[in-house]
């Protein structure tokens, strides 16, 4: 697919989710003018275009694998990884919002242990209770900031059972209606160069250090970890894609400089004397 086609089939999806989530609305308050079996004609689209840009990104994937960028951790310190492209591509098992090769991880430092899955209770943590929660990140090469924003807030942890549910059946929904940037929560896109981007992803509210069209060099801090946006805990989502549009955007491979792409479940360490001086 061309961008302008994947941006078409973009919007057309987002129509038809709005043309369910009306239909099933209007159905509690008035009978349809219309029989019941129409209704699913947009669920069927939605499924269809679904299938069809997964299957065009696959197809392009294969025959053409994108050669990985190496690029400096956006991070230091003790991380393990989830979600890694290492095990499964695309590694959140979608590549819509240039998602194929993005990887999350979560701080582990030595002498501070992460609040585990709560089957139970607690329902929701405070974000203080994570180490990630504040996090500097890194520009991971010389680039040009091509967006950035901070708004959104950080809301309670949703690593339980009951939060969890929640975020999958409710919040989803309500975020997806949002679009791309409802999903990513806070974010910032660098352009590293050569066509390639890299996207930060639950930017803590309000920790921008850089705005639009800044000059940033390696290892220089540009925000910190946070956790807005579609996310379970603290924690930092980082991809890099060949474009700036979420959208239209197609995933680009990393590997991080002295690390390379842990796989998950994989402790790793970023000392800050092997980073790049900003």
Same mark, same amino acid.
Not at 78 to 85: E, T
Not at 263 to 275: I, Y
């Given at each position: ?45 939605? +499924?269809? @275009?679904?299938?069809?840009?997964? #299957? ?5 994937? =294969?025959? %053409?694998? &994108?050669? $990985? !960028? ?32 993005? +990887?999350? @991880?979560?701080?582990?430092?030595? #002498? ?5 899955? =709560?089957? %139970?209770? &607690?329902? $929701? !943590? ?53 679009? $791309? !940037? ?97």
């Amino acid at each position: 697919m061309s961008v302008r086609q994947r941006k078409f089939a973009v919007r057309l999806q987002y129509l038809l989710v709005l043309c369910v989530i009306g239909d099933v609305i209007a159905g509690f308050f008035v009978d349809l003018p219309y029989p019941y079996w129409v209704g699913w004609i947009a669920i069927v689209g939605v +499924i269809v @275009i679904a299938l069809a840009r997964r #299957g065009s990104i696959s197809r392009e994937i =294969a025959a %053409a694998p &994108p050669a $990985a !960028r190496e690029i400096a951790p956006p991070v230091t310190g003790r991380w393990s990884a989830m979600n890694s492209p290492a095990d499964k591509v695309p590694s959140h098992g979608t590549h819509g919002y240039g998602q194929t090769y993005a +990887i999350d @991880i979560v701080a582990e430092p030595e #002498g501070k242990e992460r609040p585990a899955f =709560a089957w %139970a209770w &607690p329902i $929701a !943590r405070g974000n203080e209770a994570f180490p990630a929660f504040g996090a500097p990140l890194l520009a991971v090469a010389d680039a040009t900031v091509v967006h950035a924003e901070d708004g959104q807030r950080d809301h309670l942890s949703r690593n339980s059972l009951v939060a969890l549910v929640y975020l999958m059946i409710v919040e989803a929904i309500v975020r997806t209606l949002g679009g $791309a !940037r409802r999903i990513v929560g806070n974010h910032i896109v660098l352009d590293l160069g050569e066509g390639t981007y890299a996207m930060y992803a639950h930017v803590q509210h309000g920790s921008l250090g850089v705005r639009a069209g800044d000059k940033v060099r390696a290892g220089q801090v540009v925000a910190r970890c946070g956790n807005s946006g579609n996310s379970t805990e603290p924690h930092v989502h980082f991809q890099l894609m060949d474009g700036p549009d979420l959208d239209t955007a197609r995933g680009v491979p990393f590997r991080w400089r002295g690390i390379g792409v842990p796989a998950n479940g994989e402790t790793f360490t970023v000392r800050e004397e092997a980073l790049p001086v900003p």
